[in-house]
């Protein structure tokens, strides 16, 4: 139902800090949930963040509490994903995705997701 389109990965070491960003394709973007999602070679997808509607409530996952920040500017339909003090367990590909009914950790509570963009983390 919405298009996402994820940018802002890339190579970076480790310490580091990385901003990503996923914009919709919708007009009604203040109606969905956001998260932030990775998956790792051979290993299963893992909620990340997830940032209410108006962007007052967020979730993290226990591993990048503290080290990453999820954010969204409805006036430009596009939610962050601001990644610090990165380390090697980071390395994945992120996925957004949007969830227009109630949305928890459980990428099945999501109906639209983007691509995927890489984040590569090196010693």
């Known amino acids: 139902q919405v298009q996402l389109v994820e940018s802002g990965g890339g190579l970076v070491q480790t310490g580091g800090s990385l901003r990503l960003s996923c914009a919709a394709s919708?007009?009604?973007?203040?109606?969905?949930?956001m998260g932030w999602f990775r998956q790792a070679p051979g290993k299963e997808r893992e909620f990340v963040a997830r940032?209410?509607?108006?962007?007052?409530?967020?979730n993290y996952a226990d591993s990048v509490r503290g080290r990453f920040t999820i954010s969204r500017d409805n006036a430009r339909n596009t939610v962050y994903l601001q990644m610090n003090s990165l380390g090697l367990g980071d390395t994945a590909v992120y996925h957004c995705?949007?969830?227009?009914?109630?949305?928890?950790?459980?990428?099945?509570?999501?109906?639209?997701w983007g691509q995927g963009t890489q984040v590569t983390v090196s010693s």
């Open positions: 995705a949007a969830a227009g009914g109630v949305a928890t950790s459980s990428p099945q509570s999501y109906e639209s």
């Open positions: 919708t007009r009604t973007f203040s109606m969905y949930i």
């Open positions: 940032i209410s509607r108006s962007g007052t409530i967020t």
